[in-house]
């Protein structure tokens, strides 16, 4: 099993736990109140969620990482549509999931 498919296997354990958010707005409000522990974008976000969540990322200092899964893989992973952003809030998992992913910031 490759490293994108252990991480999107984390990420089911995760939604299956409740320990997750999805979707731009979600992801935000995690971020914010410090409940986000990792903020997970998909291969082909797009350059300015890419952006948003870099600087918000970074002001909070929550790592943020891309994964090697588009935004339908992610999505069928936590069992819902397509998500190009989401955010999992438990740290053993986001510990393990960052591990196995790309950092693109601090």
């Known amino acids: 099993m490759n490293d994108a498919k252990k991480a999107l296997s984390m990420i089911s354990l995760a939604q299956k736990a409740g320990k997750t958010a999805s979707g731009e707005l979600a992801c935000e409000a995690a971020v914010r109140s410090g409940e986000a522990k990792v903020v997970i974008l998909s291969q082909d976000a797009s350059a300015t969620t890419e952006k948003k969540f870099s600087n918000r990322c970074f002001y909070y200092h929550v790592p943020l990482v891309r994964i090697e899964a588009t935004k339908e893989e992610i999505g069928r992973a936590i069992g ?15 510990d393990h999931i960052i591990s196995l992913t790309e950092n693109i910031s601090l």
């Open 80 to 94: 819902k549509g397509f998500r190009s952003v989401l955010a999992v809030c438990e740290a053993g998992l986001a």
